[in-house]
C-alpha cells in the first residue's frame, strides 16, 4: 500500500518476482477494462480519469476471482487494494471464505514533495489520463481522505510494516524485502 506515486507497481513487480508469485494490480486489472471497452471498463473509465475512486463492490468484485486463483497457485501480491476501509473489511470477509490470509501490508512511505515530483514525470512518460496536475491532486486528496486510515487498521491487526520508500527502486525493494522477512520472522 501506498499513495499514488509511491512505487506500488514498481515493487509489486519486483517482489512477485521475488518470491515467486502473482503480481494483482487493481489498478492494471481496471486500465484492462477500460482499454478492452467492456461493460465495466465503460461504467468506471470517467470515474478514473477524475483521480476518484471505483466504487468499493465493484473493485471487490472484479478483483476477488484473482485472488483466489492465485492464492490456489502459490500466493500473490495485491497492489492497490484495499483502498478504504469499506474494501478492507469486504477483503477481510472473502479471503475468510476462501481461507486465504494475509500474512504482511507493506505500507510504501514517500514525502509528499517526491510522490508530485515522481507523478509529473510519469505523466510525460506513460501518457496516463489520470495524472494530468489536476487529476493528480485529487488522488493524493482522495489517498489521504480514504486510503489513510489503513494504516491504523493494519497497525491494529498487527500486520502493518513501513518501509521508507525515496530511494531508487533497487534500494527499497531491498527494503521491503528484509522488512517482509522481519514482520515473518524468518
Ligand atoms: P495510483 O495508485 O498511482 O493512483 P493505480 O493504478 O493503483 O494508481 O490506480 C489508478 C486508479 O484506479 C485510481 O485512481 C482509481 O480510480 C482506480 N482504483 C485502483 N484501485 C482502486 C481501488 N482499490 N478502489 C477504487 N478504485 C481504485
Not at 30 to 52: F, P, Q
Not at 141 to 146: I, R, W
Request: net charge negative; charged share 25%.
Amino acid at each position: 500500500m501506498g499513495p499514488p506515486g509511491s512505487g506500488k507497481g514498481t515493487q509489486g513487480m519486483r517482489l512477485a518476482q521475488h518470491f515467486g508469485i502473482e503480481h494483482i494490480s487493481v489498478g492494471d486489472l481496471l486500465r484492462d477494462e477500460v482499454d478492452s471497452g467492456t461493460e465495466l471498463g465503460k461504467h468506471v473509465a470517467a470515474t478514473m480519469e477524475r483521480g476518484e475512486l471505483v466504487p468499493d463492490d465493484v473493485v471487490t468484485e472484479m478483483v476477488t476471482p484473482h485472488v483466489a486463483r492465485a492464492a490456489a497457485k502459490g500466493g500473490f501480491i495485491l497492489d492497490g487494494y484495499p483502498r478504504t476501509l469499506t474494501q478492507a473489511v469486504s477483503a477481510r470477509q472473502e479471503a475468510d471464505s476462501l481461507n486465504v490470509e494475509a500474512d504482511v501490508v507493506v505500507w510504501l512511505d514517500v514525502s509528499p514533495h517526491t510522490l508530485i515530483k515522481r507523478l509529473a514525470e510519469r505523466a510525460t512518460e506513460e501518457d496516463r489520463p489520470d495524472d494530468t496536475a489536476e487529476t493528480i491532486s485529487r488522488r493524493l486528496q482522495v489517498y489521504e481522505e480514504a486510503t489513510r486510515p489503513l494504516l491504523d487498521y493494519y497497525q491494529g491487526r498487527g500486520l502493518l510494516v513501513t518501509v521508507g520508500a525515496e530511494d531508487d527502486p533497487e534500494h527499497v525493494h531491498a527494503a521491503v524485502v528484509a522488512a517482509i522477512h522481519g514482520k515473518l520472522g524468518d
